[in-house]
């Protein structure tokens, strides 16, 4: 069984960054693939940006490409997201969430481990 947890969540102003992590405990068979999603009120939840098992291979929406990076530390069970050029659009709950095998995917229904998701509100 894996546990996820997200920090460093909170309000920013329009223009600013803020960076999030993703801490996982638990053993897996090898570093699975872990992506990043976000739901904002009455919204679907979306995939932002995922990561393979090594950090070779990334998928980033188009709606954060060249804003947002995702990258990993396997000896440390951490994936984080750093997140620049944060505008009003990007207020959501982040959550982070992680396959049972390394491979990159984009649909959430692969993603079987989730954590409890974290609040950032940009404001105008």
């Known amino acids: 069984q894996v546990q996820l947890v997200e920090s460093g969540g909170g309000v920013v102003q329009a223009g600013g960054s803020l960076r999030l992590a993703c801490a996982g405990t638990?053993?897996?068979?090898?570093?699975?693939?872990v992506g990043w999603f976000r739901q904002a009120p009455g919204n679907e939840r979306d995939l932002v940006a995922a990561?393979?098992?090594?950090?070779?291979?990334?998928y980033y929406a188009d709606s954060v490409k060249g804003r947002f990076t995702i990258s990993r530390n396997n000896p440390k069970n951490a994936v984080y997201l750093q997140m620049n050029s944060l505008k009003p659009e990007d207020t959501a709950v982040y959550y982070c969430?992680?396959?049972?095998?390394?491979?990159?995917?984009?649909?959430?229904?692969?993603?079987?481990?989730w954590g409890q998701g974290t609040q950032i509100t940009v404001s105008s």
């Open positions: 969430a992680a396959k049972a095998d390394g491979e990159l995917s984009t649909l959430q229904s692969t993603y079987v481990y």
């Open positions: 638990g053993r897996t068979s090898s570093p699975p693939a």
């Open positions: 990561i393979s098992w090594g950090g070779g291979v990334t």
